[in-house]
T-cell receptor
Framework: ETGVTQTPRHLVMGMTNKKSLKCEQHLGHNAMYWYKQSAKKPLELMFVYNFKEQTENNSVPSRFSPECPNSSHVFLHLHTLQPEDSALYLC??????????????FGQGTRLTVV | AQSVTQLDSQVPVFEEAPVELRCNYSSSVSVYLFWYVQYPNQGLQLLLKYLSGSTLVKGINGFEAEFNKSQTSFHLRKPSVHISDTAEYFCAVSGASYGKLTFGQGTILTVHP
């Protein structure tokens, strides 16, 4: 148990579907992150939220739409995805983005397959 | 801008042998350095981190790493590996924003009996 929980663990969706990934942290953190881990590529930072405000969008296509209703939850809404979007999507949290003496805690990820 | 290069994509080693996983970074600002481990079908777990102070950092599971500013390296070492150390290891760097990590490509460590 890492304190960061992602659901679902696995998701298969068609290119015309709409689905959402959920991430919840029970660590009292204020910053949350979405990362994409594709085969044979480094982990890519997608979005950063700090105190519920989006502070970074790393040129992510609009078919990925994040939502952060509170500091404990972040969602990644998916629509009209492409097969190349198949990857492991990892959520992480940290105390906040301005502190350097804390670590980022990762969830176990959602394995997404787009067919 | 920051970047991280892990010099070996795969490292096979026999049980109880020493291992070194290499990591080099580039950054225009002061950096904070991390090693994470990912076991199959799991998320990332922090092994150790360098923020400041002593350049030799000790982490969990008997791992350690040494920060070398002149060589811009942060190599991970363990004097004697176990089968259970088989996993993928990621080196990462952050600048002013802690959780905003830039990762290397990963090194798959395979420990053989």
């Amino acid at each position: 148990e890492t304190g960061v929980t992602q659901t679902p663990r696995h998701l298969v969706m068609g290119m015309t579907n709409k689905k959402s990934l959920k991430c919840e942290q029970h660590l009292g953190h204020n910053a949350m992150y979405w990362y994409k881990q594709s085969a044979k590529k480094p982990l890519e930072l997608m979005f950063v939220y700090n105190f519920k405000e989006q502070t970074e969008n790393n040129s992510v296509p609009s078919r990925f739409s994040p939502e952060c209703p509170n500091s404990s939850h972040v969602f990644l809404h998916l629509h009209t995805l492409q097969p190349e979007d198949s990857a492991l999507y990892l959520c992480a949290s940290s105390q906040d983005t301005g502190r350097v003496n804390t670590e980022a805690f990762f969830g176990q990820g959602t394995r997404l397959t787009v067919v | 801008a920051q970047s991280v290069t892990q010099l070996d994509s795969q490292v096979p080693v026999f049980e109880e042998a020493p291992v070194e996983l290499r990591c080099n970074y580039s950054s225009s600002v002061s950096v904070y350095l991390f090693w994470y481990v990912q076991y199959p079908n799991q998320g990332l777990q922090l092994l150790l981190k360098y923020l400041s102070g002593s350049t030799l950092v000790k982490g969990i599971n008997g791992f350690e790493a040494e920060f070398n500013k002149s060589q811009t390296s942060f190599h991970l070492r363990k004097p004697s590996v176990h089968i259970s150390d088989t996993a993928e290891y990621f080196c990462a760097v952050s600048g002013a924003s802690y959780g905003k990590l830039t990762f290397g490509q990963g090194t798959i460590l395979t420990v053989h009996p």
